[in-house]
């Protein structure tokens, strides 16, 4: 389980979902352009970070209310994927 408020680096957030009892979907999560509920989440895929360009297995792809998010244990930041990119 998630505490409802902790400031998570993108690789406690990897982590985290590597374990069994992990409850990522439904949480809200605060980043530098607003809150957002995470609707679904994947590890292990081969989709590169909109910043630095490495793909990376460990790495969190967020879909939230908002819109996506990458997190990225490279660069240690979440980017909200969109036209012009935001990072935190």
Same mark, same amino acid.
């Given at each position: $389980?998630?505490?409802?408020?902790? &400031?998570?680096? %993108?690789? +406690? +957030?990897?982590?985290?979902?590597? $374990?069994? !009892? &992990?409850?990522?979907?439904?949480? @809200?999560f605060?980043?530098?352009?607003?809150? &957002? !509920?995470? +609707?679904?989440?994947? @590890?292990?895929? !081969?989709? %590169?970070?909109?910043?630095?360009?490495?793909?990376?297995?460990?790495?969190?792809?967020?879909? !939230?209310?908002?819109g996506?998010v990458? &997190?990225?244990?490279?660069?240690?930041?979440?980017? $909200?994927?969109?036209? @012009?990119?935001?990072?935190?």
């Amino acid at each position: $389980m998630l505490p409802n408020e902790v &400031a998570l680096s %993108p690789k +406690l +957030l990897s982590d985290i979902a590597d $374990m069994d !009892t &992990a409850q990522i979907g439904g949480r @809200k999560f605060t980043f530098a352009w607003g809150d &957002a !509920t995470v +609707l679904m989440w994947a @590890k292990g895929t !081969t989709i %590169p970070c909109p910043l630095c360009e490495k793909e990376c297995s460990s790495c969190l792809v967020l879909k !939230t209310d908002i819109g996506d998010v990458y &997190a990225c244990i490279r660069c240690e930041k979440y980017i $909200m994927y969109s036209d @012009k990119m935001e990072e935190e």
